[in-house]
């Protein structure tokens, strides 16, 4: 009997054993099907992953962590002095078009006053103008201009010899 139960242990050993060989087995077999199934992506995933790595991470993380604290510290000043100058040109983009804009303004609104300024019965049925030449319209810049004929204004008279 005791020899039995030994025979009996040792085949279930064995029977363990073997069950964990063959589990083993299909999972090697199943982990070799995937890689053949998908064996070219990934190839080109760890290759475009090198490239990646080599080209662009590892000199960026090369050059941050190399570099003395003094250029990093110049590297940032150029940036901010970059970042202004930037940021000055287009405040003074948007001051020019702003004064365009405010003279637009300005001389719409000056037009506005100038017409509510004028009494009804200086206003031509041609808009807000106070008369033309034509019809004898007083001008003070023009000596002569207006409704009395040859003017009011007659210079001095100049003699010359005389003292």
Same mark, same amino acid.
């Given at each position: 009997?005791?020899?039995?139960?030994?025979?009996e242990e040792n085949h279930r050993k064995r029977a363990a054993t073997m069950d964990f060989i063959?589990?083993?087995?299909?999972?090697?077999? #199943?982990?070799?099907?995937?890689?053949? #199934?998908?064996?070219?992506?990934?190839?080109?995933?760890?290759?475009?992953?090198?490239?990646?790595?080599?080209?662009?991470?590892?000199?960026?993380?090369? #050059?941050?962590?190399y570099r003395p604290e003094t250029q990093r510290k110049s590297d940032y000043g150029a940036d901010?002095?970059?970042?202004?100058?930037?940021?000055?040109?287009?405040?003074?983009?948007?001051?020019?078009?702003?004064?365009k804009e405010r003279k637009i303004k300005e001389e719409a609104d000056k037009a506005r006053r100038?017409?509510?300024?004028?009494?009804?019965?200086?206003?031509?049925?041609?808009?807000?103008?106070?008369?033309?030449?034509?019809?004898?319209?007083?001008?003070?810049?023009?000596?002569?201009?207006?409704?009395?004929?040859?003017?009011?204004?007659?210079?001095?008279?100049?003699?010359?010899?005389?003292?």
């Amino acid at each position: 009997t005791h020899h039995q139960q030994t025979s009996e242990e040792n085949h279930r050993k064995r029977a363990a054993t073997m069950d964990f060989i063959n589990n083993g087995a299909e999972l090697v077999k #199943d982990a070799a099907t995937y890689l053949q #199934d998908n064996a070219w992506y990934i190839i080109i995933l760890m290759v475009s992953g090198y490239y990646l790595k080599t080209n662009y991470v590892d000199p960026y993380l090369q #050059d941050r962590q190399y570099r003395p604290e003094t250029q990093r510290k110049s590297d940032y000043g150029a940036d901010m002095k970059r970042v202004r100058l930037e940021q000055q040109e287009l405040a003074s983009e948007r001051a020019i078009v702003a004064a365009k804009e405010r003279k637009i303004k300005e001389e719409a609104d000056k037009a506005r006053r100038n017409k509510a300024a004028l009494k009804p019965s200086q206003i031509t049925e041609d808009g807000d103008r106070l008369g033309k030449a034509s019809n004898n319209s007083f001008n003070p810049l023009q000596p002569g201009s207006g409704n009395s004929g040859a003017g009011g204004y007659k210079p001095a008279k100049r003699s010359v010899g005389r003292s």
